[in-house]
C-alpha cells in the first residue's frame, strides 16, 4: 500500500503542483509567524521578532526548499523544471536553437539515414524461424568466385544421406514472366523445393505452402498439379489482399500453375535486395535435374540444434568429393569441395559488394555529426559566455555547480531532442534517396528498409551521445564561473577567455574533420570520373539494349547432329529476328548476342586447344559469347588480327571463333592464335572451332574489373541452346519507334516471344556504378556540408574576437595602424585556426588512404592534385568566412570602441 | 537548560510518531512537545521537522489536514494513521533493543 498512496500524493502534487506548492509555503509560513509572534510576546517589536526568528530558524523559503528536495519524485521534479527553464531559454533565442538544432539534425539525420540502410543490409536477419541454424551448402572453388551448391542429383544425394541435417532445400532465382488476368509482367521469382518453406520456417499467412509431395514429379510438381505460391508483397499489391486469391490460375512462362497460398508478411527470399514474387516447385525446370554437371541454385540447410560445423561440413564433403570423381567433374581448380556458409542474413551479394562503401559512409556521416557537434558546441559557449552573469548570480544565491551543470546538460538534451526529431524526419527523405540511388534504372535493387529496435536504439543512442558532446565545453565553462563576483565581467578584461581558447579548438576540429571529408569527396569524384570516362573497349554512345526472350522446347539434348541442327535453327531464329532492323533508317547498326557489356548475364566454359599437349598449369576456364556480326559493330568493338564473323559462317559451313586479347594471351601466348582449333568439353557441340580473328578486350562484368578471357562463336553455330539474347542497336535518332518496331517484331515472330529490359547503355553505365555513384554523391554533400558548418565556426569565432578586441583595435588605430593591417590582425586569426585544422587534417588523410584505396578506380588515396583541391576549397572558404570580421573590425572608430568604457 | 543534543539519525521519526500518537498536533506544536516532553535536549527545528512531517506523509504513517490552531490561525494539524501507529510499535520495539544493547556495552565498560 506504501508505493501506492506514495504515488498517489506524488500524483496529486504533480498534477497541482501549484496548489501543493502554495500550501507547502503556507504551512511553513504559519510556523515562522507563530515564532514571531512568540518572540513579540516577550517584548520584542515586530521586525525585531523577525530578524530573530531568522537567524535562529533559517528562511522560510529555504526551508520549503528542504522539504521539495525530501519528496520522493524529487529529481523528477527538478528534471520538469529543467526543462521547463530550458524550454524558456530556448524560446528567448530562437536564432540560436533553430541554428544548433539544424547542424545537429542534418548530421543525426545523415546518421540515421544511413544506419537504417546499414541495417537492412548488413544486420538484419531473415524473418525466419532460428535463422542461426541455417547455412548455405556452397562449393569451395577459388576460381568461379561466385558460390552455388552442388548439381541436382548430388543435391539429392546429400540431402538424403546425413546426420547433422534436419532438412535442406534448393532454389534458384530467375526472372519470371508471369501472366495474370491476360497481362503478362516480369517479376522475380525462384524455383524451391518442396521442403523449401518447411526447412526456414516460413508460415503461410493464406492457404497452403509447397511441401515436398508437390515438388515430386518432374514436369508436373505433384499430385495437385503445378502449384505456386505467392510472397505477401505480390498478393497486397496484384491481388489487393483477396482470399479469392487461393486456387486462381495464373501462367508462368507457358505452364499454367495454381496459386496454393501467400507466404507470411516480411518474407522475401533469401538474397536481399532481391525480393521473390511467386515460388514454383523445382521439378518443373525440366531436365536440368538430371544434369550431373550443372551448377545452377543454391542449397540451403538447417543444422540439427547443436550440431557441430566442421563435422556436418567434413559428413558432405566426403559425398561431394566422391560424387565428383564419379561424374568425372574434379580437379580443374572449380568445385573442389563442400563449405558451409552461415545464412542467417540470407545470400551475401549485397553486403559482399556494399558493406565496405556502406561503411565509409557510415564514418562519413560519423563526421558530420561531430563537425555538427563542435557548431552547436560553440553556439552554446558563445551564449554561455553572454549568460555568465546568470550563472554566478545562481550561484550566489545558493544554486550548486552540480545543479547549474545538470541544467546545461538538460538544455543539451532539448535541443538534441529537437535535432532528432528534425534528423528522424530527413532521414526518412533522405532513406527514400538511398534506396532509389541504389536500385539504379532498372530497379535491380529492391530494398525496404523498416525501423526496428536496432535503428530506434541507434538514434536515441546517437542523440545521447551527441548531446553529451556539445554539452561538454559550455557546461565546463559554467562550472567556473565564479559566485563571488556575480557581474563581475561586464567590464572587459577577462571577458571571455575560456570560450575564446574552448571556441577555437572546436573551430580546429571542424576544419580538420572538414579537410578530411574533402579530401575523400574529391578522391571519390575523381575515382568516378575516372571509371565514367574510362575506356572499356566498347563504345557507349547511341546504344540501346533490350533482353528477347522466347519459349523454346523442353527436350533433353544429346551431343549429336540433331543438337547441332536445333542450336542452329534457334541461332537463325534470332538472327530473322534482328537482322532486318538494320534496313532501318534510324539503325546505324544491330547485333543480337547472348552475353552484353555490364547485361548482368555471364557463361563460363572450358576450352582447349586441338593439337596440343595438355598444359596442367592453364585455367581452361573461358567467357564465351554467341553473337551475330553485327554485335561488334554496334559495340564499336576494334579487330585486332583476322576478321569477324560473316553471313557465310552459318549452321553448315566450317564452325568458327574469335578470340578477345585476353584469352589470345592466355591460350596462346607465343603464337599467333588465328588458324588455330579449339574445343569446349563437355559442352553439346564436340566439334572443333577455328579461330578466325582476335579482336580488343571489352569489360563485361564491371568497368572495374579487367577484361578476362572470353571467346565468341557466331549464333547459328551456338554452343548453348538460347532461350534469350540481347538485341543491341545502334540508333540515331528515333530510338523509341525502332524499340516499338523490335517489341512488335520479338512478340509476332518468335513463340512466346517477349522483349524486357530496354535500356541504353549509358544507363547501364550508371547503374554499374551505383556503389561508385553513392560514395562520390554522399561524400560531395556530406563534404559541403563541413564545409558550411566549418565557415559558420570560423565566422562566429573570428566575429566574437573581434567584438572582445574592439578597445585593442580602436587604440591600434588610434596610435596610427592602417586599416590594412588591422584586417591582416583579424584574417590572420583565420590563418591560424585554418593552418591548425590542416596540420592535423593531412596527416589523418594519409593514415585513412589505405582505408578507402579499395574503393577508388585511378586514383592513389593521397592523390597531391584531389589534397590540393580540398586545401583550396577550404583556404578560400575559411578567408570567406574570416573576411566580414575583418572589414568589420577595420571601420572600427577608435573614438566610439574607447568611449564604451 | 540543557544544551540540545545531536539527533541520532531516524530517531527524529521516532520522535514525531510517538508525540503524535497522543493527540493530533501541527509543527509549532510537535516541536514544542518535544522540546517540552524531553526537557530541551532535543530541540527540532523547522529545517529537519518539515521534511520529516512530509516525508512521513508520503509514507502514509501520518495524515495532515487544514484547521484552526488555538489562536485562530490557519494550520495545518497532523495525525497518527493505523498504519503509522504499526510504524511505532514497531519502532519502540527497534528502540527498546539499541537502548537495551548499548546500556549493556556501555555497563561492561564500567
Given at each position: 500500500?506504501?508505493?501506492?498512496?506514495?504515488?498517489?500524493?506524488?500524483?496529486?502534487?504533480?498534477?497541482?503542483?501549484?496548489?501543493?506548492?502554495?500550501?507547502?509555503?503556507?504551512?511553513?509560513?504559519?510556523?515562522?509567524?507563530?515564532?514571531?509572534?512568540?518572540?513579540?510576546?516577550?517584548?520584542?517589536?515586530?521586525?525585531?521578532?523577525?530578524?530573530?526568528?531568522?537567524?535562529?530558524?533559517?528562511?522560510?523559503?529555504?526551508?520549503?526548499?528542504?522539504?521539495?528536495?525530501?519528496?520522493?519524485?524529487?529529481?523528477?521534479?527538478?528534471?520538469?523544471?529543467?526543462?521547463?527553464?530550458?524550454?524558456?531559454?530556448?524560446?528567448?533565442?530562437?536564432?540560436?536553437?533553430?541554428?544548433?538544432?539544424?547542424?545537429?539534425?542534418?548530421?543525426?539525420?545523415?546518421?540515421?539515414?544511413?544506419?537504417?540502410?546499414?541495417?537492412?543490409?548488413?544486420?538484419?536477419?531473415?524473418?525466419?524461424?532460428?535463422?542461426?541454424?541455417?547455412?548455405?551448402?556452397?562449393?569451395?572453388?577459388?576460381?568461379?568466385?561466385?558460390?552455388?551448391?552442388?548439381p541436382y542429383p548430388?543435391?539429392?544425394?546429400?540431402?538424403?544421406?546425413?546426420?547433422?541435417?534436419?532438412?535442406?532445400?534448393?532454389?534458384?532465382?530467375?526472372?519470371?514472366?508471369?501472366?495474370?488476368?491476360?497481362?503478362?509482367?516480369?517479376?522475380?521469382?525462384?524455383?524451391?523445393?518442396?521442403?523449401?518453406?518447411?526447412?526456414?520456417?516460413?508460415?503461410?499467412?493464406?492457404?497452403?505452402?509447397?511441401?515436398?509431395?508437390?515438388?515430386?514429379?518432374v514436369g508436373l510438381?505433384?499430385?495437385?498439379?503445378?502449384?505456386?505460391?505467392?510472397?505477401?508483397?505480390?498478393?497486397?499489391?496484384?491481388?489487393?489482399?483477396?482470399?479469392?486469391?487461393?486456387?486462381?490460375?495464373?501462367?508462368?512462362g507457358t505452364t499454367?500453375?495454381?496459386?496454393?497460398?501467400?507466404?507470411?508478411?516480411?518474407?522475401?527470399?533469401?538474397?536481399?535486395?532481391?525480393?521473390?514474387?511467386?515460388?514454383?516447385?523445382?521439378m518443373l525446370t525440366g531436365n536440368n535435374l538430371q544434369a550431373k554437371r550443372l551448377w545452377w541454385?543454391?542449397?540451403?540447410?538447417?543444422?540439427?540444434?547443436?550440431?557441430?560445423?566442421?563435422?556436418?561440413?567434413?559428413?558432405?564433403?566426403?559425398?561431394?568429393?566422391?560424387?565428383?570423381?564419379?561424374t568425372g567433374g574434379?580437379?580443374?581448380?572449380?568445385?573442389?569441395?563442400?563449405?558451409?556458409?552461415?545464412?542467417?542474413?540470407?545470400?551475401?551479394?549485397?553486403?559482399?559488394?556494399?558493406?565496405?562503401?556502406?561503411?565509409?559512409?557510415?564514418?562519413?556521416?560519423?563526421?558530420?555529426?561531430?563537425?555538427?557537434?563542435?557548431?552547436?558546441?560553440?553556439?552554446?559557449?558563445?551564449?554561455?559566455?553572454?549568460?555568465?552573469?546568470?550563472?554566478?548570480?545562481?550561484?550566489?544565491?545558493?544554486?550548486?555547480?552540480?545543479?547549474?551543470?545538470?541544467?546545461?546538460?538538460?538544455?543539451?538534451?532539448?535541443?538534441?531532442?529537437?535535432?532528432?526529431?528534425?534528423?528522424?524526419?530527413?532521414?526518412?527523405?533522405?532513406?527514400?534517396?538511398?534506396?532509389?540511388?541504389?536500385?539504379?534504372?532498372?530497379?535491380?535493387?529492391?530494398?525496404?528498409?523498416?525501423?526496428?529496435?536496432?535503428?530506434?536504439?541507434?538514434?536515441?543512442?546517437?542523440?545521447?551521445?551527441?548531446?553529451?558532446?556539445?554539452?561538454?565545453?559550455?557546461?565546463?565553462?559554467?562550472?567556473?564561473?565564479?559566485?563571488?563576483?556575480?557581474?563581475?565581467?561586464?567590464?572587459?578584461?577577462?571577458?571571455?577567455?575560456?570560450?575564446?581558447?574552448?571556441?577555437?579548438?572546436?573551430?580546429?576540429?571542424?576544419?580538420?574533420?572538414?579537410?578530411?571529408?574533402?579530401?575523400?569527396?574529391?578522391?571519390?569524384?575523381?575515382?568516378?570520373?575516372?571509371?565514367?570516362?574510362?575506356?572499356?573497349?566498347?563504345?557507349?554512345?547511341?546504344?540501346?539494349?533490350?533482353?528477347a526472350e522466347a519459349v523454346l522446347p523442353r527436350t533433353a539434348l544429346k551431343p549429336g547432329k540433331e543438337t547441332e541442327d536445333e542450336l542452329a535453327r534457334i541461332g537463325r531464329m534470332w538472327e530473322d529476328v534482328t537482322a532486318?532492323?538494320?534496313?532501318?533508317?534510324?539503325?546505324?547498326?544491330?547485333?543480337a548476342s547472348s552475353?552484353?557489356?555490364?547485361?548482368?548475364?555471364?557463361r563460363g566454359i572450358l576450352m582447349s586447344?586441338s593439337?596440343?599437349?595438355?598444359?596442367?598449369?592453364?585455367?581452361?576456364?573461358?567467357?564465351v559469347n554467341q553473337a551475330t556480326?553485327?554485335?561488334?559493330?554496334?559495340?564499336?568493338?576494334?579487330?585486332?588480327?583476322?576478321?569477324?564473323f560473316?553471313p557465310a559462317d552459318g549452321a553448315n559451313s566450317r564452325r568458327v571463333a574469335?578470340?578477345?586479347?585476353?584469352?589470345?594471351?592466355?591460350?596462346?601466348?607465343?603464337?599467333?592464335?588465328?588458324?588455330?582449333q579449339v574445343s569446349f568439353p563437355g559442352q553439346m557441340i564436340t566439334e572443333a572451332y577455328e579461330?578466325?580473328?582476335?579482336?580488343?578486350?571489352?569489360?563485361?562484368?564491371?568497368?572495374?574489373?579487367?577484361?578476362?578471357?572470353?571467346v565468341y562463336v557466331p549464333l547459328q553455330q551456338a554452343i548453348d541452346r538460347l532461350s534469350a539474347v540481347?538485341?543491341?542497336?545502334?540508333?540515331?535518332?528515333?530510338?523509341?519507334?525502332?524499340?516499338?518496331?523490335?517489341?512488335?517484331?520479338?512478340?509476332?515472330t518468335l513463340p512466346g516471344g517477349?522483349?524486357?529490359?530496354?535500356?541504353?547503355?549509358?544507363?547501364?553505365?550508371?547503374?554499374?556504378?551505383?556503389?561508385?555513384?553513392?560514395?562520390?554523391?554522399?561524400?560531395?554533400?556530406?563534404?559541403?556540408?563541413?564545409?558550411?558548418?566549418?565557415?559558420?565556426?570560423?565566422?562566429?569565432?573570428?566575429?566574437?574576437?573581434?567584438?572582445?578586441?574592439?578597445?585593442?583595435?580602436?587604440?591600434?588605430?588610434?596610435?596610427?595602424?592602417?586599416?590594412?593591417?588591422?584586417?591582416?590582425?583579424?584574417?590572420?586569426?583565420?590563418?591560424?585556426?585554418?593552418?591548425?585544422?590542416?596540420?592535423?587534417?593531412?596527416?589523418?588523410?594519409?593514415?585513412?588512404?589505405?582505408?578507402?584505396?579499395?574503393?577508388?578506380?585511378?586514383?592513389?588515396?593521397?592523390?597531391?592534385?584531389?589534397?590540393?583541391?580540398?586545401?583550396?576549397?577550404?583556404?578560400?572558404?575559411?578567408?570567406?568566412?574570416?573576411?566580414?570580421?575583418?572589414?568589420?573590425?577595420?571601420?572600427?572608430?577608435?573614438?566610439?570602441?574607447?568611449?564604451?568604457? | 537548560?540543557?544544551?540540545?543534543?545531536?539527533?541520532?539519525?531516524?530517531?527524529?521519526?521516532?520522535?514525531?510518531?510517538?508525540?503524535?500518537?497522543?493527540?493530533?498536533?501541527?509543527?509549532?506544536?510537535?516541536?514544542?512537545?518535544?522540546?517540552?516532553?524531553?526537557?530541551?535536549?532535543?530541540?527540532?527545528?523547522?529545517?529537519?521537522?518539515?521534511?520529516?512531517?512530509?516525508?512521513?506523509?508520503?509514507?502514509?504513517?501520518?495524515?495532515?489536514?487544514?484547521?484552526?490552531?488555538?489562536?485562530?490561525?490557519?494550520?495545518?494539524?497532523?495525525?497518527?494513521?493505523?498504519?503509522?501507529?504499526?510504524?511505532?510499535?514497531?519502532?519502540?520495539?527497534?528502540?527498546?533493543?539499541?537502548?537495551?544493547?548499548?546500556?549493556?556495552?556501555?555497563?561492561?565498560?564500567?
Amino acid at each position: 500500500m506504501h508505493w501506492l498512496s506514495r504515488a498517489t500524493i506524488f500524483l496529486r502534487r504533480l498534477l497541482h503542483r501549484g496548489r501543493a506548492d502554495s500550501e507547502l509555503k503556507e504551512e511553513v509560513q504559519a510556523y515562522f509567524e507563530t515564532m514571531v509572534e512568540r518572540r513579540m510576546g516577550h517584548g520584542l517589536t515586530r521586525e525585531e521578532a523577525r530578524r530573530a526568528t531568522r537567524l535562529e530558524h533559517g528562511d522560510p523559503d529555504r526551508v520549503s526548499e528542504l522539504v521539495r528536495a525530501a519528496r520522493a519524485g524529487a529529481w523528477i521534479e527538478g528534471a520538469y523544471l529543467d526543462a521547463r527553464y530550458a524550454c524558456r531559454t530556448l524560446r528567448r533565442n530562437p536564432g540560436l536553437a533553430a541554428a544548433a538544432t539544424l547542424s545537429l539534425g542534418l548530421g543525426l539525420g545523415a546518421n540515421i539515414a544511413i544506419f537504417t540502410l546499414v541495417n537492412t543490409v548488413m544486420l538484419q536477419s531473415l524473418p525466419v524461424r532460428d535463422p542461426e541454424r541455417l547455412v548455405f551448402i556452397d562449393n569451395s572453388g577459388g576460381k568461379s568466385g561466385g558460390s552455388s551448391g552442388p548439381p541436382y542429383p548430388c543435391y539429392a544425394l546429400l540431402r538424403d544421406n546425413n546426420q547433422y541435417f534436419s532438412g535442406m532445400a534448393a532454389f534458384k532465382e530467375d526472372e519470371f514472366r508471369v501472366t495474370i488476368d491476360g497481362v503478362e509482367e516480369k517479376m522475380t521469382g525462384q524455383y524451391a523445393s518442396g521442403s523449401y518453406f518447411d526447412v526456414l520456417g516460413v508460415r503461410p499467412v493464406l492457404g497452403r505452402l509447397l511441401t515436398p509431395a508437390d515438388d515430386s514429379v518432374v514436369g508436373l510438381g505433384g499430385p495437385d498439379g503445378p502449384l505456386a505460391v505467392i510472397s505477401y508483397r505480390l498478393w497486397k499489391g496484384r491481388f489487393g489482399g483477396s482470399p479469392a486469391v487461393v486456387g486462381k490460375e495464373i501462367r508462368v512462362g507457358t505452364t499454367g500453375v495454381t496459386i496454393a497460398g501467400v507466404t507470411q508478411p516480411g518474407f522475401d527470399g533469401l538474397t536481399p535486395g532481391l525480393p521473390v514474387d511467386v515460388t514454383i516447385p523445382m521439378m518443373l525446370t525440366g531436365n536440368n535435374l538430371q544434369a550431373k554437371r550443372l551448377w545452377w541454385f543454391h542449397v540451403v540447410g538447417r543444422l540439427k540444434e547443436g550440431a557441430p560445423m566442421e563435422p556436418a561440413r567434413a559428413e558432405l564433403d566426403t559425398q561431394f568429393k566422391a560424387y565428383m570423381d564419379e561424374t568425372g567433374g574434379r580437379g580443374n581448380g572449380y568445385f573442389s569441395g563442400i563449405v558451409l556458409v552461415p545464412a542467417a542474413k540470407g545470400l551475401n551479394g549485397l553486403r559482399r559488394k556494399f558493406s565496405k562503401p556502406l561503411e565509409i559512409v557510415m564514418a562519413i556521416a560519423g563526421l558530420v555529426l561531430l563537425i555538427g557537434c563542435a557548431n552547436a558546441a560553440n553556439l552554446l559557449l558563445a551564449r554561455a559566455s553572454a549568460r555568465r552573469n546568470e550563472m554566478a548570480l545562481r550561484l550566489a544565491i545558493g544554486a550548486s555547480r552540480a545543479r547549474l551543470v545538470r541544467q546545461l546538460f538538460t538544455e543539451g538534451l532539448l535541443l538534441t531532442g529537437l535535432a532528432a526529431a528534425v534528423g528522424v524526419f530527413l532521414a526518412k527523405w533522405g532513406v527514400s534517396a538511398l534506396v532509389t540511388l541504389l536500385a539504379g534504372v532498372r530497379g535491380r535493387i529492391v530494398l525496404e528498409p523498416h525501423v526496428d529496435w536496432r535503428v530506434m536504439a541507434f538514434t536515441v543512442a546517437g542523440g545521447l551521445l551527441t548531446s553529451l558532446l556539445f554539452s561538454i565545453a559550455p557546461a565546463l565553462y559554467a562550472a567556473r564561473a565564479d559566485a563571488a563576483r556575480p557581474g563581475a565581467d561586464a567590464r572587459a578584461g577577462d571577458t571571455g577567455a575560456f570560450p575564446q581558447r574552448a571556441g577555437s579548438g572546436l573551430v580546429v576540429v571542424q576544419i580538420t574533420l572538414s579537410v578530411v571529408l574533402l579530401c575523400g569527396a574529391a578522391l571519390f569524384l575523381r575515382s568516378l570520373r575516372n571509371l565514367t570516362g574510362l575506356d572499356a573497349g566498347f563504345q557507349r554512345e547511341d546504344v540501346i539494349t533490350v533482353l528477347a526472350e522466347a519459349v523454346l522446347p523442353r527436350t533433353a539434348l544429346k551431343p549429336g547432329k540433331e543438337t547441332e541442327d536445333e542450336l542452329a535453327r534457334i541461332g537463325r531464329m534470332w538472327e530473322d529476328v534482328t537482322a532486318p532492323m538494320a534496313e532501318f533508317a534510324a539503325a546505324r547498326a544491330v547485333g543480337a548476342s547472348s552475353l552484353g557489356p555490364l547485361s548482368g548475364r555471364d557463361r563460363g566454359i572450358l576450352m582447349s586447344v586441338s593439337g596440343e599437349p595438355d598444359r596442367p598449369e592453364l585455367d581452361h576456364g573461358i567467357h564465351v559469347n554467341q553473337a551475330t556480326a553485327g554485335y561488334f559493330d554496334v559495340f564499336g568493338i576494334t579487330l585486332l588480327a583476322g576478321r569477324t564473323f560473316a553471313p557465310a559462317d552459318g549452321a553448315n559451313s566450317r564452325r568458327v571463333a574469335i578470340l578477345n586479347e585476353a584469352a589470345a594471351q592466355r591460350f596462346f601466348p607465343d603464337s599467333n592464335p588465328v588458324g588455330r582449333q579449339v574445343s569446349f568439353p563437355g559442352q553439346m557441340i564436340t566439334e572443333a572451332y577455328e579461330i578466325v580473328g582476335v579482336v580488343r578486350d571489352t569489360r563485361y562484368e564491371t568497368l572495374r574489373k579487367a577484361a578476362e578471357p572470353m571467346v565468341y562463336v557466331p549464333l547459328q553455330q551456338a554452343i548453348d541452346r538460347l532461350s534469350a539474347v540481347i538485341i543491341a542497336i545502334r540508333a540515331r535518332g528515333d530510338a523509341a519507334g525502332l524499340l516499338a518496331v523490335l517489341r512488335d517484331r520479338v512478340r509476332e515472330t518468335l513463340p512466346g516471344g517477349f522483349m524486357s529490359s530496354a535500356a541504353t547503355l549509358e544507363q547501364l553505365v550508371d547503374e554499374s556504378l551505383v556503389e561508385e555513384r553513392l560514395l562520390s554523391v554522399l561524400a560531395n554533400v556530406f563534404g559541403g556540408l563541413a564545409l558550411l558548418l566549418a565557415a559558420i565556426g570560423i565566422y562566429g569565432i573570428v566575429s566574437f574576437t573581434v567584438v572582445r578586441r574592439t578597445r585593442e583595435i580602436g587604440i591600434r588605430m588610434a596610435i596610427g595602424a592602417g586599416r590594412r593591417s588591422v584586417v591582416w590582425l583579424v584574417l590572420r586569426q583565420t590563418l591560424a585556426l585554418s593552418g591548425a585544422g590542416l596540420a592535423v587534417g593531412i596527416p589523418l588523410v594519409f593514415a585513412g588512404k589505405s582505408y578507402i584505396e579499395s574503393e577508388l578506380f585511378g586514383i592513389q588515396g593521397s592523390d597531391p592534385g584531389a589534397i590540393a583541391v580540398a586545401i583550396a576549397l577550404l583556404m578560400v572558404v575559411a578567408l570567406g568566412a574570416g573576411s566580414w570580421p575583418a572589414w568589420r573590425a577595420s571601420r572600427v572608430d577608435p573614438m566610439i570602441s574607447l568611449r564604451q568604457e | 537548560m540543557a544544551q540540545p543534543a545531536e539527533l541520532l539519525q531516524g530517531t527524529l521519526d521516532l520522535l514525531i510518531l510517538r508525540t503524535l500518537e497522543l493527540q493530533p498536533l501541527h509543527g509549532v506544536g510537535i516541536a514544542d512537545r518535544i522540546e517540552q516532553v524531553t526537557r530541551g535536549v532535543f530541540v527540532v527545528g523547522p529545517g529537519s521537522l518539515f521534511p520529516a512531517l512530509h516525508r512521513l506523509e508520503e509514507r502514509g504513517w501520518i495524515k495532515g489536514r487544514w484547521g484552526e490552531s488555538d489562536s485562530g490561525r490557519r494550520v495545518k494539524s497532523y495525525a497518527l494513521t493505523p498504519s503509522g501507529r504499526k510504524q511505532l510499535t514497531e519502532e519502540k520495539r527497534n528502540w527498546q533493543r539499541v537502548h537495551t544493547a548499548i546500556n549493556q556495552l556501555l555497563a561492561e565498560e564500567a
